[in-house]
Structures are given as structure tokens and as C-alpha cells.
């Protein structure tokens, strides 16, 4: 069973940050990549970052550019997302996601429960 657990969370001021930490078992995304999405209320859920595995290559929403770096640690099978200089408008449920493949039309097929990141102002 392929699991991706979320934690790190929170409310912070805006200008501070957050790391947050994606846990895959269940199996390995080395050839495939991971992304980090989001959903503030109201909205639909957007693309924030990804990470193709196995070469470590990146990419980000215009939005986070700059300010959110994705990583990934191979020996912990652990994606993350470290966010600077947030901002209110950054509040929002953030999901991590993987899929095994970086072919063309490839689908994210596993995600996360989701964790909380408020922003105050």
C-alpha cells in the first residue's frame, strides 16, 4: 500500500517560513516525480512545485519562484518543501503527490491527506 504523509504545517507570520516533509512508503517515485499542490478555500487546487527523482530537475508556479525550494532525500524516501517570505495569500492546504512516470500525460495517481498552512498578516 502506497502511502504520502504530509506534516509541517502551521500558522506562521507572514515574511516567515515553513518546511514541510512528504513521506512516501509503500514504494519509491525514482522513476517518476513528486509535486507539492495546493487549495485555499474557495479555489481550485493549484500546482506548486515538482521534482523529477532520479535527476533532481525542478519546477515552480510563478507564484512560489524564488521563495519555495523542493528537494527530495533519496535515503528517507522524503520529498520537501521549504517556504520563505510567506505570504497570507500562500494560505492554503498544501498536498504532496507522486507518480511513476515523467512520460508525457503522465498522471499524479498518489496523494496525500493534506497539511494546514496559514499565513497571518
Known amino acids: 500500500q502506497v502511502q504520502l504523509v504530509e506534516s509541517g504545517g502551521g500558522l506562521v507570520q507572514a515574511g516567515g517560513s515553513l518546511r514541510l516533509s512528504c513521506a512516501a512508503s509503500?514504494?519509491?517515485?525514482?522513476?517518476?516525480?513528486v509535486g507539492w499542490f495546493r487549495q485555499a478555500p474557495g479555489k481550485e487546487r493549484e500546482f506548486v512545485a515538482r521534482?523529477?527523482?532520479?535527476?533532481?530537475?525542478?519546477a515552480y508556479a510563478d507564484s512560489v519562484k524564488g521563495r519555495f525550494t523542493i528537494s527530495r532525500d533519496s535515503a528517507k524516501n522524503t520529498v520537501y518543501l521549504q517556504m520563505n517570505s510567506l505570504k497570507p495569500e500562500d494560505t492554503a492546504v498544501y498536498y504532496c503527490?507522486?507518480?511513476?512516470?515523467?512520460?508525457?500525460?503522465?498522471?499524479?495517481?498518489?496523494w496525500g491527506q493534506g497539511t494546514q498552512v496559514t499565513v497571518s498578516s
Open positions: 503527490a507522486g507518480k511513476t512516470s515523467i512520460m508525457p500525460g503522465a498522471n499524479y495517481n498518489y
Open positions: 509503500g514504494r519509491t517515485f525514482s522513476s517518476g516525480a
Open positions: 521534482i523529477i527523482w532520479s535527476v533532481g530537475i525542478t
